[in-house]
């Protein structure tokens, strides 16, 4: 039976547009504002599920692409799906495979009924289709399925970005008939696209408005665009969206981003950051800085990552230590600090929706 697709604006910010909602899937409510880590290959990297909750994540990204290529469909499908595959009994989102249109541009070939890529591992022929992105989401019981779209590289002239643009709504109106067939309890996500043409963009959220998907994300940013080119984008495109749907941006995964993000009323963002920056020794400070932990400076310092920070890895070690396990290339570096990073940008949102629930108070 299909899902109702509840989603509840609960508190709005009087001084911009942020707003606090309630999001219900089958597996539990999701809060947002909500930053989801990503866990590509059906794991946050270098996080035990339970390290993830202890941040207080409350939903997860995962890969379609490459879990369709590794396990496969039918593994997951004999667990039940992904969440009992990887133990996270929590929501969790897949992706379309549209960014590998986008990551895997010499491998791959587009056209109106799918793109056709060469495997990564074996260089063998995978199709995806919009029906069969959406039978693979389903397969792995994806709480939020995404429909199959083309992140056009940037920059892009502006044909080739209108051309794929129509090619994306052609897939993503093709996925949205067949999901309604199926008459499930996942959701399904539109994706607007159109690059840096704000016409194309106008253009993209009022048709697939027009198809009244149960969310809306904004995809084809964090793509290399500059800073302040970033935000004109998320702050044009909020606007467009149904504001009675959820907003999330994809990629979005600096502290800074999410605070610009969060004000102009985004609800979710996701991003690899911060457990990759992690894994090269980088870990957020105060004040949204960035610092590499290998720094000599460390060497003997007995202060945590940062003072007063109440995750695992702040609580029980130095920054002396995490140094040291760094230098020596110990496995626990990368863990302890992708606890910490996500933390950290755990804290950056809830101290956001602290801040809108106090001015009711």
């Not at 794929?164 to 897939?171: A, Q, V």
């Not at 609800?267 to 690899?272: G, L, R, T």
Request: charged letters at 25%.
């Amino acid at each position: 039976m299909r899902h109702p697709y509840k989603f509840k604006i609960t508190k709005k910010d009087p001084h911009s547009k942020a707003r606090l909602g309630e999001l219900h899937t089958p597996h539990g409510v999701i809060h947002t504002p909500i930053f989801m880590p990503v866990g590509t290959q059906a794991t946050v990297k270098g996080m035990t599920p339970g390290q993830v909750t202890d941040t207080k994540a409350e939903v997860i990204l995962a890969n379609t692409y490459h879990l369709a290529l590794r396990p496969g469909p039918k593994v997951i499908e004999e667990f039940g799906g992904l969440h009992n595959f990887m133990n996270w009994k929590k929501p969790i989102l897949t992706d379309s495979g549209g960014f590998q249109v986008f990551s895997l541009s010499g491998m791959r070939k587009i056209t109106e009924e799918g793109v056709t890529f060469r495997s990564h591992i074996d260089g063998s022929k995978i199709e995806f289709t919009p029906k069969k992105v959406i039978d693979l989401q389903l397969s792995f019981n994806s709480d939020i399925i995404m429909p199959l779209d083309i992140c056009t590289e940037f920059p892009s002239p502006k044909k080739k970005v209108a051309r794929e643009l129509n090619i994306t709504h052609t897939w993503e109106k093709e996925a949205f008939l067949y999901w309604q067939e199926k008459n499930v309890a996942n959701w399904l996500f539109a994706i607007v696209q159109g690059g840096m043409h704000k016409d194309l963009r106008q253009e993209s959220a009022e048709y697939l408005s027009s198809l009244d998907f149960p969310g809306y994300a904004i995809g084809g940013l964090s793509v290399g665009e500059p800073m302040e080119v970033l935000e004109e984008y998320i702050a044009y495109t909020a606007p467009l969206l149904p504001e009675n749907k959820p907003k999330y941006v994809m990629g979005l995964g600096l502290p800074e981003n999410l605070e610009f993000a969060i004000r102009e009323g985004i609800d979710m963002f996701d991003c690899v950051l911060p457990t990759r920056i992690a894994r090269h020794g980088q870990v957020f400070m105060a004040g949204h800085t960035r610092v590499n932990i290998k720094k000599e400076c460390f060497k003997y310092d007995k202060s945590p990552i940062q003072d007063g920070c109440l995750c695992y890895t702040c609580q029980n070690f130095s920054r002396a230590y995490l140094r040291h396990l760094f230098v020596a290339k110990e496995m626990l570096a990368g863990t302890l600090m992708s606890i910490h990073n996500i933390h950290y940008l755990m804290e950056t949102v809830n101290g956001i929706k602290k801040k809108i629930l106090d001015t009711y108070r």
